[in-house]
C-alpha cells in the first residue's frame, strides 16, 4: 500500500518562502520518479517539479530559478523548497510517484499521489 503525505503548505506573502515535504511509505522510493504537483482552483492539475532516480531534475518553466526539488532517500522524503514566491503560485500542491516527467508533464502519467497542502500567497 502507497501512501504519500504532504506537509507544509500555508500562506505566506509574495517574495516569501515555503518548503513542502512529502513522506513516502509502501514504495520503492528510491529508484523511481517523483514529482509535485499543483492545482489552481478551476484548473487543471499542471506539473511543477520532478526529481528522477539518478538525481537529475526538471522544473516547468513558471517556477525555473525559484523552486528546488530535492530528496532524502534514507527518509523516504522529497521536498519542495519554494522562494519568492508569487500570487500565481497559489494553489493545492501534491506530492506524485510511480510515473514519468514528460516534455509537457500530465497528472496522468503518475500512479500515486497524496492528499495535497495548500499555499496560498
Known amino acids: 500500500h502507497v501512501q504519500l503525505v504532504e506537509s507544509g503548505g500555508g500562506s505566506v506573502q509574495a517574495g516569501g518562502s515555503l518548503r513542502l515535504s512529502c513522506a513516502a511509505s509502501g514504495y520503492t522510493y528510491s529508484s523511481n520518479c517523483m514529482g509535485w504537483f499543483c492545482q489552481a482552483p478551476g484548473k487543471e492539475r499542471e506539473g511543477v517539479a520532478a526529481?528522477?532516480?539518478?538525481?537529475?531534475?526538471s522544473y516547468a518553466d513558471f517556477v525555473q530559478g525559484r523552486f528546488t526539488i530535492s530528496k532524502d532517500n534514507a527518509k523516504n522524503t522529497l521536498y519542495l523548497q519554494m522562494n519568492n514566491l508569487k500570487p500565481d503560485d497559489t494553489g493545492m500542491y501534491y506530492c506524485t510517484a510511480g510515473g514519468f516527467w514528460a516534455e509537457r508533464p500530465m497528472a496522468a502519467d503518475f500512479e500515486y499521489w497524496g492528499q495535497g497542502t495548500q499555499v496560498t500567497v
Open positions: 526529481i528522477d532516480s539518478d538525481g537529475s531534475t
